[in-house]
Each structure stands twice: as structure tokens, then as C-alpha cells.
């Protein structure tokens, strides 16, 4: 049974930076099979993708909102997804959900995404 946990949400004052992780079990495949993705859902709105990160590392991409800020990485010995967030901003404030894609082209496609995690919040308030 494939289980993807997120950690390491809480909350900040704007400007301050976390890191999420995100770890993976229970796969078919090696977790460098797969694309990994991170989204966000603010209260009241829809689920948003916020960083994909290629199987082997190799290949990121961002949300306009989050470029400059976020960086996503993966270590796949650790079978484990990051994504560091810097220079969080109030409109950050959302529970961040990491998944893995088998599809190579899932991108910030969420209906792309095969596993979900249960998600952690991030709140930035001052």
C-alpha cells in the first residue's frame, strides 16, 4: 500500500521559510519511477499545483506564485521529497499535499496523480 507522508508545516510570521517533506512507502516501483508533485488548497478555493519535480531530478517547475521562493528537490536513496519555501507570504497559508505521478508528463496536472499524501498546514501570519 503506497503511503506518502508530509511533515514539517507549522506556522510563520511572513518572510520566514519552512522546509516540507515528504516521505514515500510502499511503491511498486523504486520512487525514481516517478514524477512528484507538490499542490496547496487555501480554505475556499481549489486545489492549486506548486512545484513537479522530474523522476530523476533532473527537470522543476513552479507556479508563477512561488518562483524565487520555493525550490523543490528529491533524494530518491531516502525516498523522500522536499520543498524548501523562503519568503513566505500570508497568501502561502494552505495545507500543502505532496503525490507521485507514474506519468512522466503529470506536471501541475493534479487529475495526473496517481498518490497522495494527507497533507500539512502551512500558516503565515504575523
Known amino acids: 500500500q503506497p503511503q506518502l507522508v508530509e ?6 510570521q511572513p518572510g520566514g521559510s519552512l522546509r ?8 511498486t516501483f523504486a520512487l525514481d519511477f516517478y514524477v512528484m508533485g507538490w499542490f496547496r488548497q487555501a480554505p ?3 486545489r492549486e499545483g506548486v512545484s513537479w519535480i522530474s ?6 517547475n513552479y507556479a ?3 518562483k524565487g ?13 522536499y520543498l524548501q519555501m523562503n519568503n513566505l507570504k500570508p497568501e502561502d497559508t494552505a495545507i500543502y499535499y505532496c503525490a507521485a505521478a507514474a506519468w512522466a508528463r503529470a506536471g501541475l496536472d493534479s487529475a495526473s496523480y496517481d498518490y497522495w499524501g494527507q497533507g500539512t498546514q502551512v500558516t503565515v501570519s504575523s
Not at 511533515?7 to 510563520?12: A, D, I, L, R, W
Open 20 to 27: 516540507l517533506s515528504c516521505g514515500v512507502s510502499g511503491f
Open 44 to 46: 475556499g478555493k481549489e
Open 64 to 66: 508563477d506564485s512561488v
Open 69 to 81: 521562493r520555493f525550490t523543490i528537490s528529491r533524494d530518491n536513496a531516502k525516498n523522500t521529497v
Open 55 to 60: 523522476s530523476g531530478g533532473e527537470t522543476t
Open 7 to 12: 511533515s514539517g508545516g507549522g506556522s510563520v
